[in-house]
């Protein structure tokens, strides 16, 4: 849903069909649309531009506010996109996807260092001084695992 009908043509170009666009919608009317939907549909996705959408994007499952000034834009959101990368919309998403699998993988690998520090530990085959420098090791291992691969995924996706 719009504020007016300046972005129609812009909208209708990125999302190729007018037909789902309203316009003219108050914020009230905004988050009521997404609780409609989410009731209908599930889950939604609601992209705004400006804090009259703060209420829907809090509401939806997922919320992301375009703007051309990403430092000084602080909406209650999820994500916040940069308003010339719009029309790309779709590889954000598929990032997000792909950080989420980096996320679970980073808990995995964690949860598998753990068990074996812990195994090793209770068995006494590991010597507290051994498992003085294995704990940060962990942490740095994890965070260097997460850091590229999300970076990884990043260039690969063209982001």
């Known amino acids: ?16 069909s007018a037909k789902n666009l309203l316009f003219n919608q108050t914020p009230f009317e905004k988050l009521n649309f997404v609780k409609k939907i989410q009731k209908e549909s599930g889950k939604v996705l609601m992209i705004g531009d400006g804090l009259n959408d703060a209420g829907a994007l809090k509401q939806a499952s997922g919320g992301f506010a375009v703007t051309e000034d990403v430092t000084a834009f602080t909406p209650a959101c999820d994500a916040i996109l940069y308003g010339g990368n719009i029309s790309i919309l779709d590889k954000f998403l598929a990032f997000a ?7 679970f993988a980073s808990f995995t690998i964690s949860f598998i260092y753990n068990i074996v520090g812990l195994s090793l530990a209770v068995s006494a085959n590991l010597t507290p001084l051994f498992a003085a420098i294995l ?3 962990s942490s740095v291992t994890v965070v260097a695992f997460a850091t590229f691969t999300v970076r990884w995924l990043g260039y690969r996706r063209g982001l």
């Open 1 to 16: 849903s719009g504020d007016n009908e300046g972005e129609k043509k812009n909208l209708t170009e990125i999302f190729c």
């Open 97 to 103: 996807w792909d950080t989420k699998k980096v996320i």
């Open 135 to 137: 704990m940060p090791l």
